[in-house]
């Protein structure tokens, strides 16, 4: 066919049919049964392989990690998960960490390594680090624009209201650059929950970005805390631009409540994000998905002052999500593979995402002999392509 820059041969696709996809201006341009389609320019044969839409990490942290920098050993909570004393231990770790250039770089090349090329970022801004990290990651974010897609939201670690400067701090971000203003524990960490969401709806609404919140408090408060989170978010016209990270707290409620919830996140168009973390309760995913929910899912930390995990494979977290959420049939560990594919493709609101005529050439070779199956192999030797171009393969990312 004429037009087509490289055609990728004997691709099999979710639906196990043997296809090749032409792609051309980084585009897919066409999708025809294996052997059907001539001319193109240059060729890639898939072999047969698994070929998937690339990985959305969906929620990490690329200003604190400190994967590639030396191990620094985990510090326990003295009495239990304290965010305030986590976040105390993270300023003294970062005080002797290697430069954050450096460690950036490697995560994003981990995650492009594993099939992710599109992200979502916190990036710390807050009255203890004021705009310098959101500086750094900006440039770091443009040095990677052709291999991976980076949103970045202004992440109140420190909170709002008890760190000085921060609203104003979280206002200019949007104007340097970040694309969405985050928030964190408002009624637990700041003590005054519409304090707070005065403060990120106030800057959302201002510059026209959306949200994504951490949320980690447990039980009723967490749950009431996401009621008044849809409550404004459908008061202000943002279905569809508001995020939950977390959302503990909808996973010790009783399956009735649980329901009833999920009702009200699914109208008000909030996605909610997880990463299945190991030994805290996290959100239902099957009933969430069953009520209309948007389930999207990260690694969040990887190998910082928070736990020592994460790996930068969104298919491991697929595993993962499946794993703790006691997912075995086929169908279900297709929605655990889809909550780091569709899914956080919806919840990034990312145009032109998937295997189809018109969306970007973005994907991963898998090797695996259906969706499934990968969830549960985490196959590791994978291809990955960016706008139709080898970005990584055997593990390692390729300038
Ligand atoms: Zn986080």
């Known amino acids: 066919m004429a ?35 001539s001319g193109a320019a240059g060729q890639v044969d898939i072999a047969g392989a698994l070929l998937v839409p690339g990985f959305v990490e969906g929620h990490i942290h690329l200003d604190t990690s400190f994967y590639g920098d030396k191990w620094i050993p985990h510090k326990p ?20 960490a290697a430069p954050m250039e450096e460690r950036a770089r490697k995560q994003l090349e981990l995650c492009v390594a594993n099939g992710s090329l599109q992200m979502r970022s916190h990036v710390t801004v807050d009255g203890s680090v004021g705009l310098r990290s959101l500086e750094t990651i900006l440039k770091i974010r443009e040095e990677y624009r052709d291999i991976i897609d980076i949103q970045l939201v202004a992440f109140p670690q420190n909170g709002i209201l008890k760190s000085p400067g921060t609203p104003e701090l979280l206002d200019e971000a949007i104007g340097l650059g970040a694309d969405l203003v985050g928030g964190l524990d408002p009624a637990s960490f700041d003590r005054d929950l519409n304090g707070h969401l005065d403060v990120v709806f ?17 039980g009723s408060l967490g749950a009431f805390t996401v009621e008044e989170i849809c409550a404004r978010t459908l008061a202000l016209g943002m279905q569809g631009r508001m995020a939950i990270s977390h959302a503990y707290g909808l996973g ?4 009735d409540s649980a329901r009833r919830i999920g009702a009200k996140i699914a109208t008000a168009g909030v996605s909610i994000m997880t990463n299945a973390p190991g030994d ?33 494979d969104m298919l491991g977290r697929a595993m993962m999500i499946g794993y703790r959420s006691g997912f075995y049939t086929d169908e279900e560990l297709s929605a655990a593979f889809d909550v780091v594919t569709a899914a956080s493709a919806k919840a990034l609101g990312l145009e032109g995402y998937g295997i189809a005529v018109g969306a970007k050439a973005d994907f991963v070779a898998l090797a695996a002999e259906h969706v499934p199956e990968a969830v549960v192999a985490v196959p590791k030797p994978r291809r990955v392509f960016k706008a139709g171009r080898l970005v990584a393969e055997n593990g390692a990312m390729i300038r």
């Not at 609404?205 to 447990?218: A, P, Q, S, T, Y």
């Not at 010790?252 to 399956?255: K, P, R, S, T, V």
């Open 77 to 96: 909570c003295a009495n239990g998960f304290d965010v305030h004393e986590r976040v105390a231990f993270q300023a003294e770790n970062m005080a002797i």
């Open 3 to 37: 037009g087509i820059e490289t055609l990728f041969t004997n691709a099999k696709l979710a639906d196990g049919s043997l296809k090749d996809i032409g792609v051309a201006g980084g585009r897919i341009v066409s999708i025809e049964a294996a052997g059907a389609t």
């Open 280 to 312: 805290h309760v996290f959100p239902p995913v099957a009933l969430l998905r069953a009520e209309g929910v948007n389930v999207f899912a990260g690694s969040d930390n990887i190998r910082d002052s928070w736990w020592p995990y994460g790996d930068g």
């Open 252 to 255: 010790d409620l009783d399956a």
């Open 202 to 218: 106030g800057v959302a609404e201002k510059r026209g970005v959306g949200v994504d919140i951490h949320l980690h408090d447990f």
